[in-house]
């Protein structure tokens, strides 16, 4: 119960904090990213250095691997033992995912669900406007309210409904009570137009059949994709949203609630893992968050990897 109740005071608090932050740095050190490299395209990605990363980062898995089976477990310790720089997500979001991790080679950002390019100039100052509307809201819901009020923590969420910022976790916080480290864990964090994030909510991914965004022939096109019966199929992304996802229930196979445990369909990601292959952008994500946060997503270096492997607690088959 102690818990519960101190949760709305985290939310508080974090509302405070991110309205002290100023997009300033956060600008200058995407102008020195743009400019880095548009003087030197391999500094996006280095595919030698890449390589000798890959190779010193599984060594303790090939060393298991001459022994006997590698299993989940053994990826799994991996990832999490070498994820040793674990960031708030205000730093993650503004200061790596826009200023870095989520640039495309011309230095542009695009949303994950509808392939449109962006300025991440642009979005770094519409999250800093958001966090001050956030916080006006929050300082407007407070004013007269007593704390223990059980409609409190529901108008504090509602201004986090509200007011999205243009960040997409793959695995929605509700999933995993908005907690650390996975909330700013850079694997599963993308740039996403805000109206994509509350059309997409929290509910999971899926492939109806009347539905092909890949198609020429598609006629639905609205920039993010299509919901229906609480399922959601983006317009785009669809291998990379796949492999953050294997990333996730690798990394932390304990932290999702199992309601929404149960709902993940592994064989509709399967399919575009394998429809939608790792690209250049991937690569260059895998790498810069490997430079910040110390681990790696194995499935995108080792597209293979998936076709052996289970994880604990989800249905294969759904």
Known sequence: MGNKRNKPFKTIETYREEKNKFPSRSIRILLQ???????????????DQDERDIHQYYKPIKKIGKKGTVSFLHYHNLVKKTHKNQLPYYISKDQYLYAWVDLHPDGT????????????????????????????????????????????????????????????????????HAQQPMKSDLHHLFVCHPECNVRRANFPYTDFSFYQPESPDEIIRNRCGVVKDECFEPEYGKGAVARAMFY???????????????????????????????????????????????????????????????FPNVNPTK
């Open 33 to 47: 990213n743009q400019e880095k490299i548009r003087r030197d395209p391999s500094m996006y990605y280095d595919p």
């Open 109 to 176: 950002v695009k949303s994950i669900y509808s392939n449109e390019t962006n300025d991440p100039n642009k979005l770094i100052e519409e999250d800093y406007q958001t966090i001050q509307k956030r916080y006006e809201q929050f300082q407007s819901n407070i004013r007269g309210m007593d704390k223990k009020d059980s409609t409190f923590l529901e108008q504090i969420k509602a201004i986090d409904y509200r007011l999205k910022y243009n960040t997409e976790h793959i695995v929605p916080q509700s999933w995993f």
């Open 248 to 310: 996730f229930l690798l990394r932390y196979p304990k932290a999702i609630r199992k309601n929404y445990l149960k709902q993940i369909d592994i064989p509709i990601l399967v399919k575009w893992h394998d429809q939608f292959p790792v690209d250049l952008y991937e690569k260059h994500r895998n790498q810069a968050i490997y430079n910040i946060q110390g681990n790696r997503n194995p499935f995108i270096d080792f597209p293979n990897l998936i076709a052996d492997f289970e």
